[in-house]
Nanobody
C-alpha cells in the first residue's frame, strides 16, 4: 500500500494550496483518513480527519481555513488550505487507518512553506 502526497510548495501568507494524497489500496473507502503536519523541532500534530462515513474534524488552529475531503472513486484525499499563515509551515503527511483491519499507513510527506 502506498500513499502519495503532493501539492505542497512555497506560498505567501494569505495564499492557498491544495494537497492531494493518492492511495493505492483497493478498499480506500473503508479507511478513516487524516492529514498530519510536523514543523521543525515540533511534534507531529493532527490537522484534519475525515472518517469513512464523511465526518470531519479539525484542529482549532485551522478551523474555518482548511477543508478536508475525499473522493472514494479516485482513491484520493484532499486538503484545501486557505488564508495560510507562516505558522502553517510544516511537512504535511497523509494517514490511512482502518478500524476494521487495524491497518495503518503513512504517506511520505509534502513540504508547505508560508512566507510572511
Amino acid at each position: 500500500v502506498q500513499l502519495q502526497a503532493s501539492g505542497g510548495g512555497l506560498v505567501q501568507a494569505g495564499g492557498s494550496l491544495r494537497l492531494s494524497c493518492a492511495a493505492s489500496m483497493r478498499s480506500f473507502s473503508i479507511y478513516d483518513m487524516s492529514w498530519y503536519r510536523q514543523a521543525p523541532g515540533k511534534q507531529r500534530e493532527l490537522v484534519a480527519s475525515i472518517t469513512r462515513y464523511g465526518t470531519t474534524n479539525y484542529v482549532d488552529s485551522v478551523k474555518g481555513r482548511f477543508t478536508i475531503s475525499r473522493d472514494n472513486a479516485k482513491n484520493t484525499l484532499y486538503l484545501q488550505m486557505n488564508s495560510l499563515k507562516p505558522e502553517d509551515t510544516a511537512v504535511y503527511y497523509c494517514n490511512a487507518n482502518s478500524p476494521i483491519t487495524v491497518a495503518n499507513y503513512w504517506g511520505q510527506g509534502t513540504q508547505v512553506t508560508v512566507s510572511s
